[in-house]
């Protein structure tokens, strides 16, 4: 067990309760490889403070950050004002801004990338909007705070964060308190998508998990995929890192390691959604990320059968099943290769004690847990050419 000393920001008992589970080694940095041509970056896209609501000062989201291996996060606290509790309080005096700042310079220290971002908070329609890549959240809250109207109110905060340059994204469409029944696209998300107020959306969540509608409809309508935690609390109280559990995440395949890299990323939809053992992206992404962290190596053929090494060199698990276009050959039908795992796999033919009798054959999978649209696993397939001696 590799022990971690951190000098933690926070105030009061977060402080003691980060420490201690930090200075016991209880640490799980998220590894996933970079693919061809870009970086993979690990980030958390919708995360809160006690600057609006939560109770974790912003240096701790830095701390946390650092220790899961993360590459970025967004501060996305709440700008709207009746959810500025601590200022409502007495407690604090702060401009909507003040989150972003404190972490923003920690983020310096411990090389966290940290975007200014902010959470529109309404009821539904058209319910709450994360705007990130942005300048100024004050402007944004009080041009949000001037109207009553839950869709008035979105409407002038997303206009007001667009005219800052922000990269503007649906949370949870399904969260069970604005969604009851059922996932619904209203009229008022149309009119935002058609007026350029929503480039992204939140497919995942973890306060709600998944949701397939809000998946089908980044695919229809060319959205970016995101996901966020909206923690509110210390992250070791949500996720169980002692049982190895991983927070959910956004993966940005990006060209540099920058906020400009990952905002470019973002707008040309070069992201996937890693959560609860899931992988969810565009196959053009998933593809290579496939490749880069599934290794094959020491191939070794006989004349019945060809044997295989096999890296899962990620924090991803893989879920494979055999697909169709491998029927002349016999391999394990479901099979998981655990993160970091090294397995030894064996293709016969259909009769084990008889040559295998092709002389080149593929090895399909379907990857069951990387869904390339709703309920769509991704295929991916090993080509193997027998050598002449063992041709037939």
Known sequence: MTFLHLNIHSKGCCQFHLQYFFDRGYTHRIVIPDIDG???????????TVFSDA???????????MTEGLDFIAITDHVDARLLK????????????????????????????VIH?????????????????VSDCETIGKASDAHEDHYKAMKAGLAEAREQGGFLVWNH????????NETRWYPEHTALYDAGMMHGIEIYNAFCGYSPEAHRWAMERGLTLICGTDSHVPMFLSVDFIKGDIRPVTLVFARERSLGGIREA?????????????????????????????????VKYAEKKVTFRVVNRSSIPLTLRKAPGSEKIVYPREMVIRPFEEVIL?????????????????????????????ESPMTYSLHFEMPEKYRH
């Not at 109770?55 to 950050?65: F, G, L, M, Q, Y």
């Open 346 to 374: 064996t293709v016969y033919g259909l009769d084990n004690k008889k040559p295998i009798g092709l002389d080149e054959f593929d090895v399909n999978f379907a990857v069951m847990n990387f869904l390339i649209d709703v």
């Open 173 to 180: 469409p399904h969260w069970e308190r604005q969604a009851q």
């Open 266 to 298: 973002l707008d040309a939809h070069r992201t996937a959604v890693f959560a609860n053992g899931m992988v969810y992206g565009r196959e053009e992404v998933l593809r290579p990320l496939m490749k880069a962290l599934f290794e094959v190596s020491d």
């Open 86 to 113: 601590q200022k409502n309080k007495g407690l604090m005096d702060f401009d909507r801004n003040e989150s972003y700042k404190i972490a923003a310079s920690a983020g310096k220290s411990h090389d966290v990338l």
């Open 117 to 133: 971002g902010g959470e529109i908070s309404r009821g539904m329609p058209p319910g709450h909007f994360n705007t990130l890549f």
């Open 38 to 48: 870009y970086k993979t970056l690990k980030g958390e896209l919708h995360i809160h």
């Open 55 to 65: 109770s974790v000062w912003p240096t701790t989201r830095i701390d946390e950050a």
